[in-house]
């Protein structure tokens, strides 16, 4: 997928649904392009904070996994020009997220955290 394909995020609930196309094609870029320059994301223990680390963390991830199940993501909850968009993992991982509207109308996440549910033995 390259840059010119590449459709905006016109809605904050569009955000779950472009990151997980882009991580499915394996388009580390495409998800560094749906943050803001300075966003910040945390899983777990790592924090990648600005385009140069999320862009690492991403495609050492994508480097180990190669698919990524559709998410369940209810409808963001807005305030104005910034919105918190939620996803829950088949997994039961939890992924919440703020979002803002930039000045052309689309949206783009300025952090963006996975809370990683502890593992249970014998079920994961």
Do not use: C
Not at 17 to 28: I, P, S, T, V
Not at 51 to 73: C, G, M, Q, W
Not at 99 to 110: E, H, I, N, P, S
């Amino acid at each position: 997928m390259n840059k010119t394909d590449r459709k905006a995020a016109h809605e904050p609930e569009d955000l779950a649904r472009l990151f997980n196309e882009r991580a499915n094609a394996g388009d580390a870029e495409g998800l560094v392009a749906l943050y803001e320059p300075d966003a910040v994301v945390a899983v777990g223990e790592v924090v990648a904070t600005g385009h140069t680390e999320i862009r690492t963390f991403y495609t050492d991830l994508l480097a180990k996994r190669s698919n990524f199940p559709a998410v369940d993501a209810p409808p963001a909850l807005r305030n104005g020009s910034v919105a918190l968009t939620f996803a829950r993992l088949p997994n039961g991982n939890v992924s919440v997220e703020a979002a803002r509207q930039q000045d052309d109308g689309t949206w783009l996440w300025f952090i963006d955290q996975l809370k990683l549910r502890p593992l249970t033995p014998g079920k994961d």
